[in-house]
C-alpha cells in the first residue's frame, strides 16, 4: 500500500513539474530572491554531542539559541545575516513510533524545535533545519526514507507545523539514481504546506561529471544547491573551491539566479584556518559569485577583524546585487595562482549604466607583494568607451577612492602574495 502511495505521488510530481517548467525557468516559489545569508552550525561544530565535556560547542538548543542572540545583537541581522540553520545530529535515534514523525533530541533540545523557532522570530530571526533524503542522515539518524518508507510528506508538514523557514536536505544513504525523484517529489510536498521554506537541496553534491539537463532540473526543483566537496577550515579548501567553480564557471552561469543558487558552502571566516588576507579573498569571491553567505563559526569569540570582514557593506552589496549574477573569470594563469574576475552589477538610481566589480586573485607564496595590471577594456569589453569610471577599493571604505579611469587604461593594483585579492568597483562617471 505504501508502496502504491509513493509510486502515484511520483508520477504527480513529475507531471507537476514538467508542466511547470514549460513556462517558469526555476522553481518560482518566490523565496529566495537574494541568495540567503545567515549561519549554519556544520563546519564549525559538526557532530559534538557530547554536552558533558563540550557544554558550549555540542548540538543543542543553547548553541543555537547563543547564535540567535549573536546574530539579533551584534549588527549581522542588520547587515542581513537572517537565518541561524541547525546541522545534522539534532534528532533523535527514532522517530515517534505513532506520527512517524521525526523528533528532536530531548536531553539536548528539551524545549524541542517549534519553540526554539518561536524564540528566533522573537528576534526576527529565522530558523532552518537539516535532514537526508536517505533511509539516514550523514551522521546516522532517521531520514526521510528511514526503514525504507518515504515520510517527505510527514516531513515537510512537521517542518511547516514547527515554522522552520529553511530545509537543508542532505544526500546520505540515497540512491544517487534517484534523486531526480525524491528531491522533486520534495519540491511538490513544500510548495504544498502553509509556512514558507526555502530549499537547499545537496543535488549535485554527490555526483559526478553533470550535464546541463541535470543542472536545468535542479534549477527548477531547489532555491540553492550544494555541490563539489564539503569544506573545512582550511585555506586549502578554499582555494579547490575556487578552482572548481573557475573551471565550471561557464557552465554555472547560465543556471545561477534570484531564486535558485549554487552554493560553495559555508563560510569559513573567524575560525583557525585562514589568515587575516585569506580570510578577505573568501569573502571576495563569495561575493563576486553571489551565493549564500552562511557562516560557520563561533559569533560568540569571534575576533574585531574577522567580523568586519563578514559585515563589509560594500561586499554584501555586491553578493545582494538584484541582478544576481556569477562573476566570470576573465584570466587565469600560472596554475590558478593569478585570477581576474569581473561581475555585472544593476545600476544606481539615475544612471542606466552599469557598475562593475573586478577581482585580482594572487595565490603565489613566494617573494613580495606583486602588481597585477590589465587594460579595463580587456577585462570588460562591455564598457562604455566614451565616458570615464571611477575606482573604490571595497575593503577600504574609510578611503575607498583610488582614481578614475578610461576603459583603454590600465588598472594596476598592488595584490599581497599567499592567497589574497584586491577588489574594486567600477562606477561609470556621466
Ligand atoms: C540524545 O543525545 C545523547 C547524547 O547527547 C545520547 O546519549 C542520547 O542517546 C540521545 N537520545 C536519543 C533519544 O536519541
Ligand atoms: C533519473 O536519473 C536516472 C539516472 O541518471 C536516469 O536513468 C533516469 O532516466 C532519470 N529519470 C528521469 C525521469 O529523468
Ligand atoms: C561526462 O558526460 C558527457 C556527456 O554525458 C560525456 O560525453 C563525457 O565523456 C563524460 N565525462 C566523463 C569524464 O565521464
Ligand atoms: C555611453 O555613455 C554616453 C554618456 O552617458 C551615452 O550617451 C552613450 O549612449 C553610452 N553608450 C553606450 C553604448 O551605452
Ligand atoms: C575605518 O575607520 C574606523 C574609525 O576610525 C576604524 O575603526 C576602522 O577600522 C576603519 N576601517 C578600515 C577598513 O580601515
Not at 522533486?184 to 510548495?191: G, I, Q, V
Not at 573545512?232 to 561557464?250: A, E, L
Request: hydrophobic share 35%.
Amino acid at each position: 500500500m505504501m508502496m502504491m502511495t509513493t509510486t502515484t505521488k511520483f508520477l504527480i510530481c513529475f507531471l507537476f513539474s514538467f508542466t511547470f517548467t514549460t513556462f517558469v525557468y526555476g522553481w518560482n516559489n518566490g523565496l529566495s530572491r537574494r541568495p540567503p545569508m545567515g549561519w549554519l552550525s556544520w563546519m564549525r561544530f559538526a557532530c559534538e554531542i557530547d554536552c558533558k565535556h563540550y557544554p558550549n560547542d555540542c548540538i543543542d538548543e543553547k548553541l543555537y539559541k547563543d547564535m540567535i542572540d549573536r546574530i539579533a545583537e551584534d549588527g549581522y541581522l542588520q547587515a542581513g545575516y537572517q537565518y541561524v540553520n541547525i546541522d545534522d545530529c539534532w534528532n533523535a535515534h527514532y522517530r515517534d513510533p505513532k506520527t512517524l514523525r521525526l523528533i528532536a533530541n530531548q536531553t539536548r533540545f528539551p524545549s524541542g524545535i517549534k519553540t526554539l523557532a518561536k524564540y528566533a522570530h522573537s528576534k526576527k530571526v529565522l530558523l532552518g533545519i537539516y535532514e537526508d533524503v536517505g533511509t539516514l542522515t550523514c551522521g546516522g539518524y532517521p531520514g526521510t526514507y528511514y526503514n525504507n518508507i518515504d515520510h517527505t510528506y510527514i516531513d515537510a508538514e512537521t517542518f511547516s507545523e514547527w515554522s522552520i523557514d529553511s530545509l537543508k536536505l542532505d544526500g546520505c544513504y540515497a540512491d544517487t539514481n534517484k534523486f531526480n525523484l525524491t528531491y522533486p517529489e520534495y519540491t511538490l510536498a513544500l510548495t504544498n504546506v502553509q509556512h514558507p521554506i526555502i530549499y537547499s537541496c545537496s543535488w549535485p553534491a554527490y555526483l559526478k561529471n553533470i550535464s546541463d539537463e541535470t543542472y536545468s532540473e535542479i534549477r527548477d526543483n531547489c532555491n540553492l544547491w550544494r555541490n563539489y566537496n564539503d569544506i573545512v577550515d582550511s585555506y586549502q579548501s578554499v582555494f579547490q573551491i575556487i578552482k572548481y567553480y573557475g573551471q565550471n564557471n561557464k557552465q554555472f552561469i547560465r543556471y545561477h539566479g534570484p531564486g535558485g543558487w549554487f552554493d560553495p558552502d559555508m563560510l569559513i571566516i573567524g575560525n583557525n584556518g585562514l589568515s587575516y588576507e585569506q580570510s578577505k579573498t573568501q569573502m571576495a569571491f563569495w561575493c563576486m559569485w553571489s551565493v549564500p553567505l552562511l557562516m560557520s563559526n563561533d559569533l560568540r569569540s569571534i575576533r574585531p577583524e574577522m567580523k568586519e570582514i563578514l559585515l563589509n557593506k560594500e561586499l554584501i552589496a555586491i553578493d545582494q546585487d538584484p541582478l544576481g549574477i556569477m562573476a566570470s573569470l576573465v584570466i587565469q594563469k600560472s596554475n590558478w595562482q593569478t585570477q581576474v574576475w569581473t561581475k555585472k552589477l544593476s545600476p544606481m538610481n539615475n544612471n542606466e549604466l552599469n557598475p562593475w566589480a573586478i577581482l585580482y586573485f594572487n595565490g603565489h607564496q613566494l617573494g613580495p607583494d606583486s602588481y597585477m595590471s590589465y587594460k579595463l577594456s580587456s577585462l570588460i569589453p562591455e564598457l562604455n568607451q566614451t565616458i570615464s569610471y571611477d575606482v573604490h577599493d571595497l575593503f577600504n571604505s574609510n578611503d575607498s577612492y583610488l582614481g578614475k579611469l578610461k576603459p583603454n587604461q590600465q588598472l594596476e593594483l598592488l595584490v599581497p602574495t599567499a592567497g589574497s585579492v584586491r577588489l574594486v568597483k567600477l562606477i561609470p562617471k556621466i
